[in-house]
């Protein structure tokens, strides 16, 4: 379904550089955001070039990474805990009418750019338990720890990202975006929607064989918020996200926000493990499965979404939930309530182990009634619960080789 292009370019003028180059100094306490701006400026200036972090701790505000930039960080990244130093930019246009009208800087930003690789051993931290305990805590201004904003061509690999303020790692209007073979941990329970990745209105993206832990979803596919989005029209398509290993969050998920349309999506051959064990009541504390999320006036449209060779242990809820009526309310009609249609979900196996041992729900599958979903496939689904399915509004389908069984009559087809 995929075909990522991946392209290194050879710049003329290439230049390398170490931050230490322009006097910064890794002792964890040094604010080296002068050193860190002055650096990715050096590059920018000789169109292009790599920027090295070696071993050390390097605090530092939020900064820039322009074109024909290969940033290496080995040693550690940390956000420096002081609102101020995070200056207010514009939220993006596919969510002004949905989210307030800035945020803060995020903290390692790519922007407009081309040709952008970051790797390395090191880690990038955000900062995190500053903003959750400051008045931004619970708030969407809170700035994201990586975001790629319209950056076309870029790869992401082999780094640490960790204490995210807010989502962790945004690709947002990208095309042709490599994602492999890194780690995201974030705190469970630490910070409202510290979301692993979330990729928003971007194209040709490949997201593999990463360890993602984290305090939300794991992995979304996004397309912009409400009237905004869907004036801004922009989709997520041919998207791959493959042989991941997922640890605490809530699992892999379309949408709520997908305005813009969300279409051509694979999930093919992860592993949810759902955390560690710390007592009978918190061994699978958290999480969906597979997650379709859509809310009452966000419109837009989900479709040819496939969930293939998935499996799930220690998802503490529901195997696989669609919801369209997300963290809303109200009513929409047949031509404004969100498109679903054309869902696979094939080879997947849930292990419901926790809170409860076994007696959570299978699948809960929730359709607008004004529009509902059309054309879902159930092949091979196995998930141990004794409970029932639930399955409102879902217009055909297949079903075959499912335990529980039943989920074919809750659906009444």
């Known amino acids: 379904m995929i075909l990522l292009l991946f ?26 955001t002068d050193a860190f701006r002055n650096a990715f400026g050096a590059v920018l200036a000789a169109s292009g070039g790599e920027v090295r972090v070696p071993a050390g701790i390097f ?16 040693g550690t990244v940390w956000g420096v805990g002081n609102a101020s130093s995070f200056p207010h930019v514009a939220t993006p246009p596919s969510y002004t009418s949905s989210f307030p009208s800035w945020r803060h800087h995020p903290f390692v930003w790519a922007i407009d750019a081309t040709n952008v690789t970051i790797k390395g051993n090191g880690v990038l931290n955000g900062g995190g338990p500053y903003w959750w305990s400051s008045p931004e805590a619970h708030q969407d201004t809170r700035p994201h720890l990586l975001e790629l904003h319209n950056v076309t061509g870029a790869e992401v690999t082999g780094i640490t990202l960790h204490n995210s303020p807010f989502w962790t790692f945004r690709p947002i209007y990208c095309t042709d975006v490599w994602i492999h073979d890194m780690r995201i941990e974030e705190t469970y329970g630490a910070g409202d929607n510290t979301d692993g990745i979330d990729i928003d209105s971007s194209q040709n993206v490949m997201v593999e064989r990463n360890y993602i832990s984290c305090g939300d979803d794991h992995v979304t596919v996004l397309a912009g918020a409400g009237a905004s989005g869907l004036a801004f029209g922009i989709p997520s398509r041919n998207v791959t996200i493959r042989d991941n290993v997922l640890g605490e969050g809530m699992g892999m998920s379309i949408g709520s926000s997908v305005s813009g349309g969300v279409e051509d ?39 040819n979404i496939a969930y293939l060779d998935n499996y799930v242990i220690s998802a503490s809820t529901t195997g696989i939930l669609v919801e369209t009526d997300y963290q809303s309310s109200g009513k929409c009609d047949a031509t404004t309530c969100t498109e ?60 075959s080789n499912i335990s529980p069984p039943g989920l074919q009559q809750a659906c009444d087809l």
Not at 7 to 32: K, Q
Not at 59 to 74: A, M, Q
Request: one cysteine or more; aromatic letters at 12%; glycine letters at 14%.
């Open 59 to 74: 605090k530092t505000g939020p900064f820039n990474i322009s074109s024909n930039v290969l940033f290496t960080v080995e």
């Open 340 to 399: 679903i249609r054309d869902i696979v979900f094939r080879n997947m196996t849930v292990m419901i182990l926790g809170n409860g041992g076994g007696n959570g729900v299978p699948g809960n599958i929730g359709c607008f009634k004004e529009r509902p979903c059309v054309n879902f496939t159930f092949e091979n689904i196995h998930v141990n619960t004794t409970a029932g399915w639930a399955c409102r509004n879902l217009s055909s389908g297949t079903f």
């Open 7 to 32: 392209l290194v370019v050879s710049v003329r003028g290439w230049i390398s550089v170490s931050i230490e180059d322009y006097g910064a100094v890794g002792d964890n306490s040094t604010d080296n």
């Open 265 to 303: 999506v694979v999930y093919q051959r992860n592993v949810m493990t759902e955390g560690r064990y710390v007592n009978a009541s918190t061994y699978g504390r958290w999480g969906q499965g597979a997650h379709i999320k859509t809310r009452v006036d966000y419109g837009g449209y989900i479709r």
